[in-house]
Protein backbone atom coordinates (compact mmCIF):
# COMPACT_ATOMS: atom_id res chain seq x y z
CA UNK A 1 0.00 0.00 0.00
CA UNK A 2 1.44 3.65 -0.23
CA UNK A 3 2.88 5.49 2.35
CA UNK A 4 1.77 8.40 0.63
CA UNK A 5 -2.17 10.20 0.86
CA UNK A 6 -2.87 10.63 -2.80
CA UNK A 7 -5.30 13.86 -4.51
CA UNK A 8 -7.94 14.00 -1.82
CA UNK A 9 -10.44 13.94 -5.09
CA UNK A 10 -9.57 10.53 -6.27
CA UNK A 11 -12.64 8.52 -6.27
CA UNK A 12 -12.39 4.76 -6.99
CA UNK A 13 -15.20 2.16 -8.07
CA UNK A 14 -14.98 -1.43 -7.70
CA UNK A 15 -17.68 -4.18 -7.71
CA UNK A 16 -18.41 -6.46 -5.12
CA UNK A 17 -18.57 -10.12 -8.10
CA UNK A 18 -15.36 -11.45 -5.09
CA UNK A 19 -16.73 -10.37 -2.20
CA UNK A 20 -17.41 -7.55 -0.37
CA UNK A 21 -14.18 -8.15 2.12
CA UNK A 22 -12.25 -8.57 -1.05
CA UNK A 23 -13.79 -5.78 -2.48
CA UNK A 24 -13.07 -2.95 0.26
CA UNK A 25 -9.40 -4.11 0.93
CA UNK A 26 -9.09 -3.61 -3.01
CA UNK A 27 -10.86 -0.10 -3.43
CA UNK A 28 -9.28 1.03 -0.21
CA UNK A 29 -5.61 0.82 -2.13
CA UNK A 30 -6.76 2.05 -5.26
CA UNK A 31 -7.20 5.08 -3.32
CA UNK A 32 -4.08 5.07 -1.82
CA UNK A 33 -3.97 2.74 0.98
CA UNK A 34 -4.99 3.12 4.66
CA UNK A 35 -2.12 3.98 6.29
CA UNK A 36 -2.76 7.20 4.10
CA UNK A 37 -5.84 7.60 6.31
CA UNK A 38 -4.90 6.37 9.42
CA UNK A 39 -1.28 9.06 9.15
CA UNK A 40 0.23 8.07 12.97
CA UNK A 41 -4.00 8.34 14.83
CA UNK A 42 -4.07 5.44 17.36
CA UNK A 43 -7.90 5.41 16.89
CA UNK A 44 -10.13 5.48 13.46
CA UNK A 45 -13.75 6.00 14.19
CA UNK A 46 -15.73 4.22 11.57
CA UNK A 47 -19.54 5.43 11.20
CA UNK A 48 -21.55 3.29 9.60
CA UNK A 49 -25.46 3.92 8.54
CA UNK A 50 -27.44 1.64 11.14
CA UNK A 51 -30.58 4.58 11.01
CA UNK A 52 -32.67 1.29 12.01
CA UNK A 53 -32.82 -1.98 12.36
CA UNK A 54 -33.01 -3.27 9.19
CA UNK A 55 -30.42 -5.23 7.88
CA UNK A 56 -28.43 -4.45 5.09
CA UNK A 57 -29.35 -7.60 2.93
CA UNK A 58 -32.93 -4.98 2.47
CA UNK A 59 -30.15 -2.02 1.16
CA UNK A 60 -30.90 0.07 4.79
CA UNK A 61 -27.79 -0.32 6.08
CA UNK A 62 -24.12 -0.99 6.12
CA UNK A 63 -22.83 -4.21 5.43
CA UNK A 64 -20.92 -5.87 8.32
CA UNK A 65 -18.62 -7.45 5.50
CA UNK A 66 -17.23 -3.63 5.05
CA UNK A 67 -16.98 -2.76 8.56
CA UNK A 68 -14.60 -5.77 9.05
CA UNK A 69 -12.50 -5.54 5.94
CA UNK A 70 -12.07 -1.85 7.18
CA UNK A 71 -11.78 -2.62 10.42
CA UNK A 72 -8.54 -5.14 9.41
CA UNK A 73 -7.18 -2.58 7.23
CA UNK A 74 -6.93 0.12 10.27
CA UNK A 75 -5.70 -2.38 12.66
CA UNK A 76 -3.03 -3.55 9.94
CA UNK A 77 -1.73 0.22 10.91
CA UNK A 78 -1.43 0.01 14.00
CA UNK A 79 -4.96 1.96 15.24
CA UNK A 80 -7.47 0.99 17.01
CA UNK A 81 -11.14 0.84 15.15
CA UNK A 82 -14.24 1.76 17.23
CA UNK A 83 -17.63 2.23 15.98
CA UNK A 84 -20.03 4.89 16.45
CA UNK A 85 -23.47 5.24 15.45
CA UNK A 86 -26.68 6.74 16.94
CA UNK A 87 -29.70 5.58 14.66
CA UNK A 88 -32.86 8.65 13.96
CA UNK A 89 -33.88 10.05 16.43
CA UNK A 90 -37.48 8.02 16.34
CA UNK A 91 -35.24 4.39 16.96
CA UNK A 92 -33.86 3.30 20.36
CA UNK A 93 -30.17 2.91 20.19
CA UNK A 94 -29.83 0.14 21.90
CA UNK A 95 -32.95 -1.95 20.39
CA UNK A 96 -30.96 -1.38 16.86
CA UNK A 97 -28.24 -2.72 17.97
CA UNK A 98 -29.46 -5.67 19.31
CA UNK A 99 -32.18 -6.13 16.25
CA UNK A 100 -28.68 -6.10 13.78
CA UNK A 101 -26.36 -7.97 16.06
CA UNK A 102 -24.01 -5.03 16.25
CA UNK A 103 -22.44 -6.19 19.63
CA UNK A 104 -21.69 -9.72 18.82
CA UNK A 105 -19.91 -8.80 15.40
CA UNK A 106 -17.61 -6.08 16.89
CA UNK A 107 -16.94 -8.36 19.36
CA UNK A 108 -16.00 -11.11 17.39
CA UNK A 109 -13.71 -8.79 15.26
CA UNK A 110 -12.02 -6.65 17.80
CA UNK A 111 -14.02 -3.05 17.20
CA UNK A 112 -14.71 -0.91 20.13
CA UNK A 113 -18.50 0.97 20.58
CA UNK A 114 -18.45 4.27 21.23
CA UNK A 115 -21.65 5.14 23.25
CA UNK A 116 -22.03 8.75 23.62
CA UNK A 117 -24.77 10.56 24.85
CA UNK A 118 -27.26 11.34 22.11
CA UNK A 119 -28.45 14.39 23.89
CA UNK A 120 -25.51 16.29 23.57
CA UNK A 121 -24.08 16.08 27.05
CA UNK A 122 -20.54 17.74 27.23
CA UNK A 123 -18.52 15.32 27.86
CA UNK A 124 -18.55 14.04 24.53
CA UNK A 125 -18.72 16.73 22.31
CA UNK A 126 -17.45 20.06 21.38
CA UNK A 127 -18.90 22.84 19.83
CA UNK A 128 -18.01 24.49 16.24
CA UNK A 129 -19.09 27.10 14.08
CA UNK A 130 -17.81 26.79 10.92
CA UNK A 131 -16.82 29.65 8.66
CA UNK A 132 -19.49 30.28 5.74
CA UNK A 133 -22.71 27.91 7.14
CA UNK A 134 -25.84 29.77 5.98
CA UNK A 135 -28.11 27.90 8.45
CA UNK A 136 -26.34 24.98 10.60
CA UNK A 137 -24.37 28.17 12.14
CA UNK A 138 -22.95 26.43 15.24
CA UNK A 139 -23.22 22.47 16.25
CA UNK A 140 -21.15 20.09 17.87
CA UNK A 141 -19.14 17.07 16.52
CA UNK A 142 -17.04 14.62 18.59
CA UNK A 143 -14.67 15.83 20.88
CA UNK A 144 -12.50 12.93 20.26
CA UNK A 145 -12.25 13.47 16.56
CA UNK A 146 -9.45 15.92 17.53
CA UNK A 147 -7.31 12.92 17.69
CA UNK A 148 -9.10 9.97 15.77
CA UNK A 149 -9.43 9.24 11.82
CA UNK A 150 -13.33 9.45 10.34
CA UNK A 151 -13.94 6.62 8.17
CA UNK A 152 -17.23 7.45 6.90
CA UNK A 153 -19.48 4.10 5.48
CA UNK A 154 -22.80 5.09 4.10
CA UNK A 155 -24.73 3.28 2.13
CA UNK A 156 -25.62 3.82 -1.33
CA UNK A 157 -29.74 4.47 -1.36
CA UNK A 158 -32.81 7.12 -1.59
CA UNK A 159 -34.22 8.81 1.03
CA UNK A 160 -37.82 10.19 1.48
CA UNK A 161 -36.74 13.62 2.70
CA UNK A 162 -33.57 14.23 1.56
CA UNK A 163 -33.91 12.21 -2.45
CA UNK A 164 -30.44 10.45 -1.87
CA UNK A 165 -28.57 9.78 1.51
CA UNK A 166 -24.64 9.29 0.60
CA UNK A 167 -21.39 10.59 2.21
CA UNK A 168 -22.33 14.02 2.98
CA UNK A 169 -25.51 13.31 4.86
CA UNK A 170 -23.65 10.29 6.54
CA UNK A 171 -21.96 12.14 9.13
CA UNK A 172 -25.68 13.48 10.64
CA UNK A 173 -25.78 10.38 12.62
CA UNK A 174 -22.65 11.35 14.66
CA UNK A 175 -24.32 14.46 15.66
CA UNK A 176 -26.38 14.56 18.85
CA UNK A 177 -30.07 14.87 18.90
CA UNK A 178 -30.93 18.18 19.37
CA UNK A 179 -27.94 19.73 16.37
CA UNK A 180 -30.33 16.93 13.98
CA UNK A 181 -33.10 18.70 15.11
CA UNK A 182 -32.07 21.94 14.40
CA UNK A 183 -30.75 20.68 10.88
CA UNK A 184 -34.61 19.79 10.08
CA UNK A 185 -35.80 22.73 11.25
CA UNK A 186 -33.47 24.87 9.58
CA UNK A 187 -33.65 23.22 6.61
CA UNK A 188 -31.99 20.30 5.79
CA UNK A 189 -30.29 20.16 2.43
CA UNK A 190 -28.45 23.33 3.25
CA UNK A 191 -27.68 22.38 7.31
CA UNK A 192 -26.10 19.00 5.53
CA UNK A 193 -24.12 21.17 3.66
CA UNK A 194 -22.94 23.24 6.46
CA UNK A 195 -21.94 20.46 8.43
CA UNK A 196 -19.81 19.20 5.62
CA UNK A 197 -17.80 22.60 6.28
CA UNK A 198 -16.96 20.84 9.41
CA UNK A 199 -16.94 17.55 9.46
CA UNK A 200 -14.22 15.86 6.74
CA UNK A 201 -14.05 12.60 6.85
CA UNK A 202 -10.84 10.71 6.28
CA UNK A 203 -11.95 8.37 3.99
CA UNK A 204 -15.18 7.79 2.08
CA UNK A 205 -16.28 4.33 1.05
CA UNK A 206 -20.18 4.11 -0.09
CA UNK A 207 -21.74 0.88 0.52
CA UNK A 208 -23.40 0.03 -2.98
CA UNK A 209 -23.50 -3.95 -2.59
CA UNK A 210 -26.77 -3.74 -2.02
CA UNK A 211 -28.37 -0.21 -2.10
CA UNK A 212 -32.15 0.86 -2.30
CA UNK A 213 -33.99 2.82 -4.48
CA UNK A 214 -37.60 4.70 -4.36
CA UNK A 215 -38.42 5.58 -1.09
CA UNK A 216 -35.88 4.98 1.30
CA UNK A 217 -33.77 4.95 3.46
CA UNK A 218 -35.55 1.75 4.96
CA UNK A 219 -38.48 0.43 3.28
CA UNK A 220 -37.98 1.24 -0.54
CA UNK A 221 -36.83 -0.86 -3.05
CA UNK A 222 -33.84 -3.18 -2.51
CA UNK A 223 -31.28 -2.51 -5.44
CA UNK A 224 -28.54 -5.23 -5.99
CA UNK A 225 -25.69 -3.16 -6.93
CA UNK A 226 -22.56 -4.69 -6.00
CA UNK A 227 -20.25 -1.89 -6.31
CA UNK A 228 -18.39 0.36 -3.66
CA UNK A 229 -17.18 3.44 -4.18
CA UNK A 230 -14.38 5.27 -2.09
CA UNK A 231 -12.79 8.37 -2.04
CA UNK A 232 -11.37 11.27 0.42
CA UNK A 233 -13.47 14.15 -0.56
CA UNK A 234 -17.55 13.43 -0.11
CA UNK A 235 -18.84 15.65 -2.62
CA UNK A 236 -16.66 13.79 -5.31
CA UNK A 237 -17.60 10.18 -4.06
CA UNK A 238 -21.16 11.61 -4.25
CA UNK A 239 -21.04 12.64 -7.35
CA UNK A 240 -19.68 9.34 -8.81
CA UNK A 241 -22.58 7.30 -6.59
CA UNK A 242 -24.62 9.71 -8.69
CA UNK A 243 -23.22 8.12 -11.85
CA UNK A 244 -23.35 5.25 -11.44
CA UNK A 245 -27.11 4.89 -10.40
CA UNK A 246 -27.83 7.21 -13.86
CA UNK A 247 -29.01 10.62 -10.95
CA UNK A 248 -28.40 14.05 -12.34
CA UNK A 249 -27.07 15.38 -8.69
CA UNK A 250 -28.50 18.59 -9.74
CA UNK A 251 -32.27 16.77 -8.79
CA UNK A 252 -30.57 16.17 -5.25
CA UNK A 253 -31.14 19.31 -3.48
CA UNK A 254 -28.00 19.22 -1.51
CA UNK A 255 -25.85 18.31 -3.76
CA UNK A 256 -27.11 20.98 -5.83
CA UNK A 257 -26.24 23.21 -2.96
CA UNK A 258 -22.76 22.08 -2.28
CA UNK A 259 -22.11 22.56 -6.02
CA UNK A 260 -23.45 26.23 -5.92
CA UNK A 261 -21.63 26.90 -3.02
CA UNK A 262 -18.68 24.79 -2.97
CA UNK A 263 -18.13 24.50 -6.50
CA UNK A 264 -17.23 21.44 -8.79
CA UNK A 265 -14.81 19.08 -7.51
CA UNK A 266 -11.93 18.31 -9.88
CA UNK A 267 -12.11 14.58 -9.55
CA UNK A 268 -10.20 11.60 -11.08
CA UNK A 269 -12.00 7.89 -11.66
CA UNK A 270 -10.28 5.12 -10.93
CA UNK A 271 -10.28 1.40 -10.74
CA UNK A 272 -13.43 -0.07 -13.02
CA UNK A 273 -15.62 1.71 -15.14
CA UNK A 274 -19.54 0.58 -14.43
CA UNK A 275 -21.44 2.66 -16.47
CA UNK A 276 -24.83 3.07 -15.36
CA UNK A 277 -25.47 -0.16 -12.94
CA UNK A 278 -29.10 0.57 -12.43
CA UNK A 279 -31.08 3.80 -12.99
CA UNK A 280 -32.64 5.09 -9.73
CA UNK A 281 -36.09 5.69 -9.51
CA UNK A 282 -35.82 8.72 -6.87
CA UNK A 283 -38.49 9.27 -3.94
CA UNK A 284 -41.83 11.07 -4.73
CA UNK A 285 -41.72 14.09 -2.87
CA UNK A 286 -45.27 14.31 -0.98
CA UNK A 287 -45.69 17.99 0.11
CA UNK A 288 -48.04 17.34 2.84
CA UNK A 289 -45.75 14.19 4.07
CA UNK A 290 -42.64 16.29 4.28
CA UNK A 291 -44.70 19.27 5.30
CA UNK A 292 -46.27 17.00 8.67
CA UNK A 293 -42.43 15.28 9.06
CA UNK A 294 -40.76 18.96 9.24
CA UNK A 295 -43.32 20.07 11.64
CA UNK A 296 -42.29 17.41 14.35
CA UNK A 297 -38.92 18.91 14.63
CA UNK A 298 -40.27 22.59 15.63
CA UNK A 299 -42.91 21.34 17.73
CA UNK A 300 -39.88 19.40 19.53
CA UNK A 301 -38.51 22.27 21.25
CA UNK A 302 -40.86 22.77 23.29
CA UNK A 303 -42.33 19.13 23.75
CA UNK A 304 -38.89 18.26 25.63
CA UNK A 305 -39.18 21.45 27.96
CA UNK A 306 -42.18 18.96 29.98
CA UNK A 307 -40.57 15.56 28.69
CA UNK A 308 -38.36 13.10 30.16
CA UNK A 309 -34.52 13.62 29.38
CA UNK A 310 -34.21 11.46 25.58
CA UNK A 311 -37.86 11.25 24.75
CA UNK A 312 -38.43 13.62 21.88
CA UNK A 313 -42.23 14.03 20.12
CA UNK A 314 -41.29 12.05 17.25
CA UNK A 315 -40.62 8.99 19.44
CA UNK A 316 -44.15 9.79 21.24
CA UNK A 317 -46.32 9.90 17.80
CA UNK A 318 -44.46 6.22 16.45
CA UNK A 319 -45.16 4.73 19.65
CA UNK A 320 -48.78 5.33 19.17
CA UNK A 321 -48.87 3.65 16.31
CA UNK A 322 -50.99 6.01 14.67
CA UNK A 323 -48.39 7.10 12.73
CA UNK A 324 -45.54 5.86 11.10
CA UNK A 325 -44.47 2.35 8.67
CA UNK A 326 -45.68 0.08 11.13
CA UNK A 327 -47.49 -4.21 11.17
CA UNK A 328 -50.43 -4.78 12.05
CA UNK A 329 -51.56 -8.34 12.60
CA UNK A 330 -54.98 -10.02 10.72
CA UNK A 331 -56.84 -12.12 13.00
CA UNK A 332 -58.50 -13.97 10.21
CA UNK A 333 -55.42 -14.91 8.50
CA UNK A 334 -53.39 -15.73 11.58
CA UNK A 335 -52.86 -19.13 12.83
CA UNK A 336 -51.07 -18.21 16.38
CA UNK A 337 -47.87 -19.98 14.62
CA UNK A 338 -45.64 -18.13 16.63
CA UNK A 339 -43.31 -17.40 13.87
CA UNK A 340 -43.45 -13.78 14.37
CA UNK A 341 -42.16 -13.90 18.12
CA UNK A 342 -39.16 -15.80 17.11
CA UNK A 343 -38.26 -13.80 14.10
CA UNK A 344 -38.94 -10.41 16.48
CA UNK A 345 -35.68 -9.99 18.47
CA UNK A 346 -36.90 -7.64 20.85
CA UNK A 347 -38.84 -8.57 24.05
CA UNK A 348 -42.88 -7.60 24.53
CA UNK A 349 -43.61 -6.69 20.86
CA UNK A 350 -46.27 -9.07 19.30
CA UNK A 351 -49.10 -10.57 21.75
CA UNK A 352 -50.07 -13.44 20.20
CA UNK A 353 -53.11 -14.02 22.41
CA UNK A 354 -54.92 -10.68 21.30
CA UNK A 355 -52.73 -10.59 18.03
CA UNK A 356 -51.42 -6.93 19.25
CA UNK A 357 -48.01 -5.39 18.43
CA UNK A 358 -47.09 -2.92 21.20
CA UNK A 359 -45.67 0.29 19.08
CA UNK A 360 -44.10 1.56 22.13
CA UNK A 361 -40.97 -1.48 21.89
CA UNK A 362 -41.43 -2.50 18.43
CA UNK A 363 -38.90 -0.97 16.13
CA UNK A 364 -40.00 -1.52 12.94
CA UNK A 365 -37.53 -3.85 11.77
CA UNK A 366 -40.08 -5.82 9.97
CA UNK A 367 -38.86 -8.91 10.27
CA UNK A 368 -42.58 -10.45 11.43
CA UNK A 369 -43.89 -9.40 7.90
CA UNK A 370 -40.86 -11.06 6.43
CA UNK A 371 -41.36 -13.77 8.46
CA UNK A 372 -45.00 -14.42 8.57
CA UNK A 373 -46.07 -18.21 6.35
CA UNK A 374 -49.60 -17.11 6.55
CA UNK A 375 -48.89 -13.58 5.13
CA UNK A 376 -51.67 -12.58 8.19
CA UNK A 377 -49.06 -9.36 8.61
CA UNK A 378 -49.72 -5.93 6.68
CA UNK A 379 -47.70 -3.19 6.64
CA UNK A 380 -49.31 0.49 7.38
CA UNK A 381 -48.10 3.75 7.31
CA UNK A 382 -45.95 6.05 4.86
CA UNK A 383 -44.22 4.03 1.70
CA UNK A 384 -42.48 0.98 2.27
CA UNK A 385 -42.82 -2.91 2.13
CA UNK A 386 -45.20 -4.22 -0.46
CA UNK A 387 -48.67 -5.40 0.79
Given at each position: ?6 D?N???V ?6 I??A?HRVI?Q?G?M ?9 AIL??N????R ?5 ST?S?A ?9 R?C??Q??L ?7 F?R????T ?6 F???N?I ?10 T?D ?6 A????L????I?RI??E???I ?8 V?S?M???M??P??I????D?R??H?F ?13 K ?11 QDG???L???K ?5 L??GHD??A??L??CD?V???PR?I??LK??LQ??G????Q ?6 GI??K????V?K???KFVF?M??P?D ?6 A ?7 T???G?GLVGT ?9 T?C??C?E?C ?6 D????KV ?6 RCL??Y ?7 I??K??SG???
Amino acid sequence: MLATRPDTNTVAVTRTFDGIEQATHRVIEQVGGMEAVIRGAKMAILKPNFVAGRNAASGSTTSFALLKAVAEEVRSCGAQPVLCETPGTEFDREATYTILGVEKFCAENDIHILRVDPEGGTGDWMEVQPAGAKKLRKFHILRILQEARLINLPVLKTHVVSTMTLSMKNPMGILPRPDRRSMHTFGIDQSIVDMNLAIKPDLNIVDGSVGQDGEGPLYGDKANLQVLIAGHDSLAVDLACCDVVGVNPRHIPHLKLALQQLGMPSWQRVGEDVGIIKKFRLPVQKGLYKFVFWMMYPLDYPYTWIAERGKHLCTTLYGTGLVGTRPKIHEDKCTHCGTCVEACPLPDVIDLKTLKVNYKTCQRCLLCYEACPENAISVKGYSGARQ
